[in-house]
């Protein structure tokens, strides 16, 4: 139809450049239109005028009469399109065939792979040979010219098509090539294509049309979309691993959804799945379990007649760091908060609680400390002993308690160390101890006033906001509405400080209600490199004596509470990948940032990373500084064996080692091949769109040959195709003037 | 008639039991400096909310016929100005937020307990304790309660106690404290402690009562290695606290009653 009307196909219109074949000035053509709009304007009022009808009529005429002039006016002017078309026999067309092992999966008995062939050969192939020569190319974890496209076996793990096109880019660059046909599912296992891969096809100006083969949706279908788990954590910490997934065809069936440690379940829940297409979110709890790499495998249970099996599950890892952060706490006078938080702490392995208790106005007990030592002078007065710490609590301590140097160091504590800060609630705390006039003010997640009447030994009840509901550090049950219940019904608290309003950026996790309302009680936000808490209460104790011996509330929320303090706080080399897990990927960033034993930034050090793989493999990579970031170096490592891998960055300046930090990977083969095996129609349009070809169903490829034939790329030539005699352009003068008749008939006017 | 002979029996004994016992302690006897005060004035601060409070437990006495609380227990001897005296050392020398009155605490009182973690318990020589308190002293103890023991003498008074200690914690022992226990380091180093005499034992030329010669420090200790109990025998903390103010009582007895027992509460608040 649209030829039928326009004459040419689509493409030519989409690709031709409109050109004025006249050679007349285009500014005529305006002026002339303009004049000719002006005149019929004077004509039809005048007319209009005499038979005294209402000015809408008249404008209608003038449009009518306008745009029959300016049409027949344009025509005048010759437009033509000129349009690039490959010369006939002197272009190769490239057929890439996707060999990849999804390409061999039956959607409703049919072979993706022979119905490849198939639209080959129902006359694509042979229409394609009349105006081209053509080559074959097959492609699956790498890229291979083949002199024939039968007998392909698809059994190859990973569809690199990216990797593919490029090369067909970089290895034609004498060839005449004139376009890309691709037949694929569209199921690249290599992150998609990306920017490197366009630009190159389109420095060749190089269209890519695809075909696209298999089912664009299953019908019953359970995926995990993804798994998001710490990348790091402390030995015996409770984790949530947050598994989002979408089904198809199974809305409101239970399904059960497990998260192993190796073969180990360690975490198990029923859940019902949410409506089609949607994103569903579920969180499983589990313990980190000792230090070591943690091989976290999230799985949701095969469903009946499940189309896809191969994307019910997905592998994650955890590190689980040895390290023993220790925290100090200082407690201005003697409180019973003091004496169980250190209790809740007592059985924790990984934390290690250094305090100092001002028992009397000169005297300060110290416990938990390594050596007589450690703290002899009082609270720390200098970088490296205070620096030594990865959290410091501040009780009952009045500002003016601390020097000024004290309070510098211990907001540099937070933004440059990234160390965590938790302050108390208490007579000699935030408003009561006169922060507001020292350095905390900065750095403390509240904005903390003068009225120093702010903590009231009143009881007060806790209830979790919608962000601390969320929270999994405040979880004392797995359940999350169970666990908000839980909450509600711990004993009061024996006193409650109004901490103030919280600052912008700060998040509350708690409130407290008593009997002079509700105050934010836990409030945190991240400061510099590191996070500052309030705690607007020195009564958590009467959790522990007034609830049975056997209830562990009080234990868990301090335990889980300090873990959240140090859990984040860097070393002065922390590495990192962009994820743990590669699948069918081989090239791994590298990244470490690296500070001084000051924790300054240290933009002149030297690291390296010491791979460990598969079979004992080792390799050392020498990270170079980021131009752009100081004091971060980068890296690449190209890891091919599936498998394990362990990478140790070692950072030194001048023969001297500053620090080391190891990170993990896992490198998997063949998973991304099997997990989104549906047809990605969304890469195969999006690729086309970007080089000028098109996305083809295999139904319609009847005029993909001539499609192909429009192409800025290989040996063309132009052609000019006239629009003054399309049959569309007649219709529309004829019924712009039989629309004026009409009217005028209908006026009376005729 | 047989009622009232009854009553007049009754009424008799109990004047002898008085009499008794106020010699006992001394009150009559002739010279004796020592005069114990019924109308301790209420401090005004006496309603401030604080941190701290001075819990004195309240306990049925040993072979009380009907286990009822006497009108005046043995639980309250030395109260209330041992308890409001020693509590002004207490502020004086500590930066610990105490109140000036002492709590007066019921263990049949619901979980009242439980909002004071430290107690301190008088004579419990003559303590009987009944099921329902053993088991909430037993809670008490075990969720980071502490009871600090005083004033009861002797191998009978020793035996008293233990019959309801013994039911409180039947599985764990009382054990002789090590000088380097924290709990005599706290805040003060107590390395030469000594027994400290009750004013019965005014002009103290002798500073034990019954066969109670050697003061013992003792204690026991929960499965964290932290003392629970803090046992006083064979000594009379309180009598100086209470008679620290007295010209007559050795300033020495009660300076080291006041450290030990700033000692045992730092201690509480900090094990």
């Known amino acids: ?162 990797d593919g096109l490029k090369q067909i880019a970089a290895e034609t660059g004498s060839l005449p090539i004139g ?75 239970k399904a059960t959804l497990q998260l192993k440690d190796a073969d180990k379940v360690i975490g198990s829940k029923q859940i019902t799945l949410a409506a089609d297409g949607a994103a569903q979110t579920e969180t499983l709890l589990f313990n980190s379990g000792p230090a070591g790499v943690r091989t976290l495998s999230a799985a949701v249970a095969n469903m009946q007649n499940e189309d896809n099996f191969g994307n019910n599950a997905l592998t994650r890892l955890v590190q689980v760091e040895a390290r023993k952060p220790r925290i100090l706490y200082i407690e201005g006078e003697p409180r019973w908060e003091f004496k169980f938080i250190r209790r809740a702490v007592e ?92 350095e905390f003010n900065d750095i403390l997640p509240v904005s903390v006033g003068d ?122 080399v922390v590495a990192s990948s962009t994820q743990s897990v590669f699948t069918d990927e081989t090239r791994v960033p590298l990244r470490a940032e690296v500070r001084g034993k000051q924790f300054e930034v240290l933009p002149d050090g030297q690291v390296e990373a010491r791979v460990t793989g598969p079979a004992g493999s080792a390799a050392t990579v020498l990270l170079q500084p980021d131009p752009v970031q100081p004091g971060v170096y980068s890296g690449e490592y190209a890891a091919e064996q599936p498998g394990s891998y362990l990478v140790e960055f070692i950072a030194s300046r001048a023969l001297e080692q500053l620090g080391t930090d190891t990170i993990a990977f896992r490198r998997e083969d063949g998973l991304a091949e099997s997990y989104h095996t549906e047809q990605n129609r969304e890469l195969l349009e999006r690729l086309s769109a970007e080089t000028g070809g098109k996305y083809w169903k295999i139904e319609e490829t009847k005029t993909l040959p001539e499609e192909i034939t429009f192409s800025e790329a290989g040996i063309n030539t132009r052609e000019i195709r006239d629009l003054w005699n399309l049959p569309a352009v007649f219709l529309l003068i004829a019924a712009l003037r039989g629309g004026e008749w009409l009217l005028r008939r209908k006026w009376g006017a005729v | 008639m047989h009622k009232r002979r009854i009553w007049i029996t009754g009424l008799l004994l109990a004047t002898l039991l008085g009499v008794a016992y106020a010699q006992r302690r001394g009150g009559f006897r002739g010279g004796f400096p020592f005069v114990e005060y019924e109308d301790q004035p209420t401090p005004a601060d006496a309603g401030d909310k604080t941190e701290f409070v001075f819990a004195r437990m309240m306990y049925p006495n040993w072979r009380s016929n009907d286990r009822m609380w006497s009108m005046r227990g043995a639980w309250s001897i030395d109260y209330p100005k041992a308890d409001r005296q020693f509590v002004q050392g207490v502020r004086r020398l500590t930066r610990l937020n105490i109140r000036s009155v002492e709590q007066a605490v019921n263990l049949d009182n619901g979980d009242e307990v439980m909002n004071y973690p430290w107690m301190y318990v008088v004579e ?89 010669v050697n003061a013992n420090w003792r204690g026991i200790y929960d499965d964290h290695g932290r003392l629970m109990v803090a046992v006083c025998h064979n000594m009379d903390i309180a009598d100086a606290w209470e008679w620290a103010d007295s010209p007559h009582y050795p300033e020495r007895y009660a300076s080291l009653a006041y450290r030990i027992g700033i000692n045992y509460i730092m201690y509480a608040m900090s094990h």
């Open chain 1, 347 to 438: 059985d924790e392995k990984t934390i290690q609680l250094v305090t100092m208790l001002r028992t009397t106005q000169n005297k300060i007990y110290r416990q938990g400390v390594k050596d007589a030592k450690e703290l002899e002078q009082g609270f720390p007065a200098t970088t490296e002993e205070m620096f030594a710490y990865e959290g410091v609590i501040i009780g009952a301590v009045e500002a003016s308690y601390f020097t000024p140097t004290q309070q510098a160091l211990l907001k540099a504590f937070v933004d440059r160390r990234g160390g965590g800060l938790l302050f108390l609630g208490s007579r000699a705390s935030l408003a009561d101890g006169g922060y507001s006039a020292s």
């Open chain 1, 451 to 572: 009225r120093r009447t702010t903590f009231l030994r009143e009881k007060a009840t806790v209830e979790l906001t919608a962000a601390g509901r969320d929270n999994l550090y405040l979880r004392l049950e797995e359940d999350a509405a169970r666990n908000a219940e839980r909450w509600k019904k711990l004993p009061e608290l024996a006193d409650v400080q109004n901490p103030g309003p919280p600052k912008p950026g700060a998040v509350v996790f708690a409130d407290a209600i008593s009997g002079r309302g509700r105050t934010p009680l836990l409030i945190t936000q991240n400061y510099g490199r590191g996070r500052t808490a309030v705690l607007g209460t020195g009564g958590t104790w009467r959790w522990q004596m007034l609830q049975p011996i056997e209830d562990k509330s009080h234990e868990m929320f301090w335990q889980q509470i300090l873990r959240w303090l140090v859990s984040g706080t860097p070393g002065t």
């Open chain 1, 179 to 253: 376009g890309v046909l691709l037949l694929s599912d569209g199921a690249d296992t290599s992150g998609g294509i990306d920017r490197e891969t366009v630009n190159a096809l389109k420095s060749r100006q190089l269209p890519v049309h695809t075909i696209g083969f298999g089912r664009e949706r299953y019908d019953r279908d359970v995926a995990l979309v993804d798994v998001q788990v710490p990348v790091r954590a402390l030995a015996d910490s409770r984790l949530g691993a947050q598994v989002i997934l979408k089904q198809r065809g199974y809305a409101g069936q």
């Open chain 2, 124 to 212: 419990p020589g003559h303590w009987d304790l009944t099921d329902s308190q053993v088991k909430k002293l037993r809670e008490y103890l075990l969720k980071g309660g502490f009871l600090m023991t005083d004033d009861f003498h002797g191998s009978f008074e020793w035996d008293v106690f233990m019959q309801s200690m013994q039911r409180v914690f039947p599985d764990r022992p009382v054990v002789d404290l090590p000088k380097t226990e924290p709990l005599f380091h706290v805040l003060y180093d107590l390395d030469d402690k000594f027994q400290i005499p009750g004013i019965v034992n005014y002009p103290f030329e002798q500073t034990y009562e019954y066969d109670g």
């Open chain 1, 1 to 162: 139809m649209f030829e039928l009307l326009f004459h040419h196909p689509l493409s030519v219109y989409r690709k031709g450049e409109l050109v004025w074949q006249s050679g007349w000035p285009l500014w005529i053509l305006a002026a002339l239109i303009f004049a000719g709009c002006v005149v019929t304007a004077l004509f039809v009022w005048r007319k209009t005028h005499e038979a005294g009808w209402p000015t809408l009529r008249g404008a209608t005429l003038w449009l009518l009469q306008s745009s029959v002039l300016t049409a027949l006016l344009l025509l005048l002017w010759q437009p033509v399109l000129s349009v690039a078309t490959l010369k006939p026999q002197q272009n190769v067309v490239a057929i890439l065939l996707d060999d990849s092992k999804s390409m061999a999966i039956s959607d409703d008995g049919s072979v993706r792979r022979d119905l490849a062939q198939k639209a080959l050969e129902s006359g694509l192939l042979d229409n394609l040979k009349k105006r081209f020569q053509v080559r074959f190319y097959k492609v699956s974890d790498h890229l291979e010219r083949i002199e024939d496209y039968h007998g392909l076996k698809t059994e190859k793990a990973a569809s690199r098509i990216a």
